[in-house]
Structures are given as structure tokens and as C-alpha cells.
């Protein structure tokens, strides 16, 4: 299966996952005190209190949580593009449920490298025989599930990378690579995928790692 396909079919299956209601009330909680949400917060409010065009409409802003992703390319997919012309412009796919707004998934495509990330607030790490488990690869952890190793709160840097490839799994064509950082309390999934033409860009993990500083707060609406 090709990597752009497989993002296509986990971004589908993270749309279809249904918690039971046994699960429903077992959340993660968010830290809303950070002085980064504070200061998110205070200049959305300056923006509209100088008349600035407000934001578009979002069903982020109904989210629990904070939203974190990238504001523009990433260095590894600059550095991906030949030459120093314009910045690459990606397409971006939002998923998430209006009806139950406690995750999700931001998908960032440029070209052959795609950027997700993805967060949840339901703890899925207690399942039962029957609780299902759509498209994820095995090594690979579900959007939600506690991390094995997180970093210390607020950190930006992620614990460690996790690269996949046709060594891991028998006739994938390109590499993902994958990482978990916690911040606000919250575990967020970032996720590259490369095709055969990029995947040494995937491989950087030291790239991939510096990368994750450049994940901003873009939506968030404390509780109250």
C-alpha cells in the first residue's frame, strides 16, 4: 500500500472510531493555565478589539482541547523542495466530530510528503476483547492512547522518533515517521509520511525532531 493511501485510510478510520460508552467519560484532562494558551487567548482578543477580520468560522474553536499543528511547511518538506523559490503550500484536511469534539486530525499534503497531527482526549488503553481498532499499524501507537515515554509537561521536543518502512512492513513503498509529545497534558500524535521519492526525508529523525518546535497553538477555547 502506498503511503498517500494509507494516510487516506487512517484519516477515514480515526473519523470512524466509536468509543463505547463505557469509555465515553474516561478523559484525558487538559492543563488550561499554561501562559501559552493565555497568550493565545489574549491576542485573539486584541486582534478583534482593533477591528482585525476575524477568523473563519472553525469547528476547531468547539474542540476540548487545545489544537496544535503547524503554521506553514516544516523544514524537513522546505528542504524537500529544489531550489529557495516561494514556500511549498500545502492542502489541509481537518476531521473531527462536532457531536462528540474531544479529537482531531489535522492532515497537511505537500506533494509527496504529508504532515498530520492528531490528538484525543478519550483514554483508549483499556480495551476490551470486542473494542474495535481500525487501520493503524501495530507498532504504531492509536491517536489517543497514553505514550509510552512522554517528555516532561510543556516540553516541545518529542521523546524519541519512530521510523517505519518496507523493513517493518512487507511491500510499503515509502517511510512514516512518528512521534508523541505532551503538552497541556495532552498527548499529540505527529505523523510524516513520505512516498519512495522523499522517504530519506522521513528517515531525518533529527530533522523530524528539530521540526516539532515549530507546532503553534491555532484554536483554543478554555472552558468557562
Known amino acids: 500500500m502506498s503511503v498517500v493511501m494509507r494516510s487516506a485510510v487512517l484519516g477515514l478510520a480515526l473519523a470512524a472510531i466509536a468509543v463505547p460508552p463505557a469509555y465515553a467519560e474516561d478523559m484525558i484532562g487538559v492543563d ?10 489574549d491576542q485573539r482578543k ?24 503547524f503554521q506553514g511547511a516544516p523544514d524537513l518538506v522546505q528542504s524537500s523542495f529544489p531550489g529557495l523559490g516561494p514556500q511549498p503550500m500545502g492542502e489541509r484536511a481537518v476531521h473531527t466530530d462536532d457531536a462528540n469534539p474531544v479529537w482531531y486530525q489535522i492532515v497537511d499534503t505537500y506533494g509527496d510528503i504529508s504532515v498530520s497531527v492528531a490528538a484525543d482526549l478519550r483514554v483508549q488503553h483499556k480495551f476490551d476483547a470486542n473494542f474495535p481498532v481500525y487501520g493503524a499499524p ?59 521519492a522523499t522517504k530519506a526525508r522521513c528517515a531525518d529523525v533529527n530533522q523530524v525532531a528539530k521540526d516539532s518546535e515549530l507546532l503553534k497553538i491555532i484554536a483554543a477555547t478554555p472552558p468557562g
Open 32 to 41: 488550561w493555565s499554561g501562559g501559552e494558551i493565555k497568550q493565545f487567548v
Open 46 to 69: 486584541a486582534e478583534a478589539a482593533r477591528g482585525a477580520a476575524p477568523q473563519l468560522p472553525s469547528g476547531l474553536d468547539k474542540l476540548k482541547l487545545p489544537v496544535l499543528a
Open 138 to 196: 501495530a507498532a504504531a501507537p492509536t491517536p489517543g492512547a497514553a505514550p509510552s515515554a512522554a517528555p516532561a509537561p510543556g516540553a516541545a521536543a518529542p521523546s524519541d522518533v519512530s521510523v517505519f518502512d518496507s523493513t517493518q512492513e512487507e511491500n510499503m513503498e515509502g517511510t512514516i515517521a512518528e512521534y508523541t509529545i505532551t503538552r497541556f497534558g495532552v498527548p499529540y500524535t505527529i505523523t510524516i509520511e513520505c512516498t519512495a
